[in-house]
């Protein structure tokens, strides 16, 4: 048994000629599908350059000794030591957070057994600095506190205060977008209307990391530099434009 089906639009108008009507029409309304594609859709991007305000640096202590209770104790010691020298160059209580703590046996491997080495304990910290003239001083300081058993994973800086940068973004992919509608508008002679969707996202483009990976016996004989250089911040908007 087949079923007829008759979209709702042609029963309305079966029923206004039913009806007699003589000055009856049929009026379309534009659905919402039909309104998003009378437009023009385009994406801009603006993208500017600031220098960074914090470096977050990530450190701690790794300690091999012959058992857990003798490892861990010094390890506890010397992590104390790297925080309470972070805390004498400036760097706030809040701004210090434990981000690894692990303990696992070593072995050598000889003559295909396994010999016992001790357990290692890693203890490390990520730490903001946010006066970043002072910062080759603070990791110089930290590292010394760790000792031989001090370690630094690696540095990246950020834009915290990245509000003007966002905003001036958000304007250059404005325009972006802007010029690109007028000009698709122009090709396609239509007249282009106000913007009827706009969706945004931003990113911030981290700059190079200059300082990885040291241990502490190679970071005490100079003063460790530390350049910030340049971030970027980077925003696209997708505008969609009405066409008149």
Known sequence: MQRLLIPLAAISLLLAGCAGSTNAAAQVVPTGETL?????AVSGTGQ???TPDTLIIDLGVQVLRPSVSEATREAARLAQAVIDALKAEGVTEKDIQTTNYS???EYD????SQVLRGYRVSNTVSAKIRELDKAGEVIDAATAAGGNDAV?????FDLEADGALITAAR????NDAKAKAEQLAALAEVRLGKAVSISETSSPIPPPILYAGARAEEAFDTATPIQPGESSVSV???VQFAIE
């Open 36 to 40: 998003m594609n009378n437009t023009i």
């Open 48 to 50: 500017v350059t600031g």
């Open 103 to 105: 303990i696992w046996p």
């Open 109 to 112: 491997y000889r003559n295909d």
């Open 152 to 156: 630094v994973n690696g540095i990246r």
């Open 171 to 174: 304007e250059a992919a404005w």
């Open 236 to 238: 696209v908007v997708t």
